[in-house]
């Protein structure tokens, strides 16, 4: 199935990820460089800097320069995510280029890489909650607490998986169709931002 396959990449990239665990280490992506499993692995390693960045930035010893620098990262990051989602969409809108809609085909409120984009999200969820629950600094308490969100955050990856195999399943069968749009980001355009381009509105 496409999302056990694409989950086991998830966790391949996390655990790569977490052997230096350094929010400054380039990437080294595994797989071959046109293919879907390489977008999806840049994806989630995406995501997982960026999860360590946002922690980083929380802490309140923090020197506000770097605060900044980071936020700026982050900023960076959040464009690269989406980026990388048009990309997956791409890739899927041109394998099933062929496939010829039925006349009552429906659109899906998203497109099958944003639904991939919260999967990726869950497995980097399931990851650190996996963590919590094998701390020993902390009391039983903590600990229950979080196996029943480990417990809810699988269950939401079953679900999550068996949504999207029923929307590939229907985009291949006619029955659903694709339509993406460009994310037309602002804050990020000089064109667009009034404080980057200097007249504030």
């Not at 879907?36 to 010893?61: F, G, M, S």
């Not at 982050?74 to 997956?88: A, F, G």
Request: glycine letters at 2%; hydrophobic letters at 35%.
């Amino acid at each position: 199935m496409f999302t056990e396959h694409a989950n086991s990449i998830f966790d391949r990239a996390i655990a790569d990820y977490h052997l230096h665990d350094d929010v400054d280490r380039p990437m080294e992506n595994p797989y071959e460089a046109s293919s879907l499993d390489a977008l999806l692995y840049r994806k989630n390693w995406i995501d997982t800097v960026q999860w360590h960045l946002e922690d980083i930035i929380r802490d309140p010893q923090i020197d506000p320069a770097e605060a900044l620098l980071i936020k700026r990262r982050i900023d960076k990051s959040n464009q690269d995510r989406t980026d990388m989602v048009e990309y997956i969409d791409s890739y899927l809108l041109e394998k099933y280029r062929e496939v010829t809609p039925a006349a009552d085909a429906r659109l899906n409120t998203e497109t099958p890489a944003w639904a991939i984009d919260r999967l990726s999200i869950l497995a980097l969820k399931i990851y650190h909650m996996e963590r919590e629950t094998e701390r020993t600094d902390v009391g039983e308490e903590h600990l229950a607490s979080c196996r029943r969100k480990l417990e809810v955050l699988r269950t939401q990856r079953v679900d999550l998986s068996r949504a999207i195999e029923e929307l590939i399943e229907d985009i291949e069968a006619g029955r659903k169709y694709m339509k993406t749009y460009k994310q037309m980001k602002m804050y990020n355009d000089p064109a667009l931002n009034p404080v980057l381009y200097g007249t504030k509105k």
